[in-house]
């Protein structure tokens, strides 16, 4: 007799249909559970009615990392990591990078359709009015060292906002939540700016009204005594297309941190320095960082092998190969290898890590250790080149990416506040210390 699968948080029986469910034994007791399959997924809380007594708490899932666990459902990104497939709200990333804007893939990922002409008109002119900053900002950012990494002046920058717009607490006002989506976008540029301005201990330039997204953000980096910050038309072609690529990819470590920190309905800009945060990390967002220096480290094409060798010992990473979900070769690491020579070319820079980046790949792609584990360029591997060549410090790499991944969380954001199912985040454990331990007073320790 099979005992009926019963959602646990309601005690009801789940409406289990025989051909979409688990059929499991609990060989502790012999009693067998039908746990309804949906989307491919069995819910967690099936397991909890599974007991050897009455009392027992129940059977709890395990898994560190969550390499198997959904967190949600959510409708912005699909990835197919076999395949390599990025598709944002079901296109194509290959074709968003040849025929759209970061801005409208900023739109597209939060309102879940490419925008007519007014539509996409109305976002610009209101992103492009409020790339500003409260002066004061300019004031603590004057606090930091010289030499303060600009991930941690854009963490504590981003979560400094919150106290300058209180009223977005109000998550539950659809305005406030538009009119936070388009600051956050709209000022990452601005603070992450600030910051290398601030780095060089040059004069902050303020947005300029008459240039586009990319091409105010190079203006308020490198505008000198110039009257106006003219950008290569080439260079703004290719940070656009570098801030599509790096928008959003569903339920990484940052976007999963913002989604957690969000749970507690606390406001975006502190949930989203929470996925700056994440993002600053080497095994994220910092590897660009760590390529490069990988790179430099490695020096010349015939030192590669030695390298890849101490990578085998396990001595060394391999900075931007490897990926939780992409088992393939990253769509974006592709579209962004294809960037790289004009790039170059337009900033008449040549980059010395280029071709050890380049023989690098081939070895590693030839090497069963790397394909066996399915080990592929990701999103960080070419990019940092771009970077270096369009002038930007190697510390702030990280900061190119969190500028354009800032649309992705505040989609993020948005979809989990429309959640139904939206609860607080709050993971379980396998307690593996002490119990009823007897406190030892001082003279006794
Ligand atoms: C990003 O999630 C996202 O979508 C992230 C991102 C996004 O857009 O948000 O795509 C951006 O963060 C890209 C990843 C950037 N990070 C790096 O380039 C750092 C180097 N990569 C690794 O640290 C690693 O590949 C991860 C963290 C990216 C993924 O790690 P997983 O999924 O936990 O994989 P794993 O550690 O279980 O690795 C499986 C095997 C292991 O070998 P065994 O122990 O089984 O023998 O592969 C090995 C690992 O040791 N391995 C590597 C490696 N990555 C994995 N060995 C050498 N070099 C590497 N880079």
Redesign the pocket.
């Known amino acids: 007799m099979s005992e009926q699968s019963h959602g646990a948080e309601s005690g009801k029986a789940s409406t289990v249909e025989d051909n979409n469910s688990l059929t499991v034994t609990d060989n502790r007791t012999g009693k067998t559970y039908n746990i309804e399959i949906k989307d491919d997924t069995v819910r967690a809380m099936d397991f909890r009615q599974i007991k050897v007594n009455d009392d027992d708490f129940g059977l709890m899932t395990y898994d560190p990392?969550y390499?198997n666990t959904a967190s949600c459902r959510s409708a912005i990104t699909y990835i197919d990591g076999e395949k390599g497939i990025l598709q944002h709200r079901g296109i194509p990333i290959e074709e968003l990078c040849e025929k759209s804007s970061y801005l409208e893939v900023a739109y597209l990922l939060n309102f879940g359709h490419l925008p007519n002409e007014k539509e996409l008109g109305e976002w610009v002119y209101q992103i492009t009015h409020h790339t500003y900053v409260h002066e004061n900002i300019k004031s603590f950012m004057q606090g930091f060292r010289h030499d303060a990494h600009p991930m941690g002046m854009l963490l504590a920058s981003v979560g400094a906002l919150s106290t300058f717009y209180p009223e977005a607490k109000d998550i539950d006002d659809e305005w406030q939540r538009w009119v936070s989506t388009i600051r956050l976008i709209a000022k990452m540029p601005t603070l992450a700016a600030f910051a290398y301005r601030h780095s060089l201990g040059l004069p902050y330039v303020y947005p300029d009204n008459d240039l586009s997204y990319p091409g105010n953000y190079l203006s308020m980096l490198f505008k000198m005594a110039e009257p106006k910050y003219e950008p290569d038309p080439r260079l703004e072609k290719a940070l656009d297309t570098l801030f599509i690529l790096?928008a959003d990819?569903?339920q990484?470590?940052?976007?999963a941190a913002v989604r957690v920190v969000g749970s507690s309905r606390v406001d975006p800009y502190s949930a989203i320095a929470a996925g700056v945060a994440g993002l600053y990390g080497?095994?994220?967002?910092g590897?660009n960082v760590?390529?490069l220096r990988m790179l430099q480290k490695i020096g010349k094409v015939e030192n590669i092998p030695d390298f890849l060798e101490q990578?085998k010992q396990?001595k060394e990473?391999?900075?931007?190969?490897?990926?939780?979900?992409y088992k393939n070769y990253?769509p974006r690491a592709r579209i962004i290898r294809s960037h790289v020579d004009e790039v170059l070319e337009a900033t008449g820079k040549q980059s010395p890590w280029l071709d050890i980046a380049i023989e690098l790949e081939k070895q590693a792609l030839d090497d069963e250790y790397f394909t066996s584990?399915k080990?592929y360029p990701?999103?960080?591997f070419y990019s940092g080149i771009i970077y270096e060549a369009l002038g930007i410090p190697t510390d702030a790499f990280t900061v190119m990416f969190a500028i354009p991944?800032t649309s992705g969380w505040i989609a993020q954001w948005n979809e989990m506040l429309h959640d139904p199912e939206l609860k607080i985040a709050r993971p379980r454990q396998i307690y593996t210390g002490e119990r009823d331990k007897e406190y030892t007073p001082m003279s006794e320790r």
């Open positions: 990392g390499t790096h990819h569903e990484n470590c940052s976007a080497p095994l994220h967002g590897a760590d390529v990578v396990r990473l391999l900075y931007g190969f490897g990926h939780r979900v990253d584990r080990l990701n999103v960080d991944r």
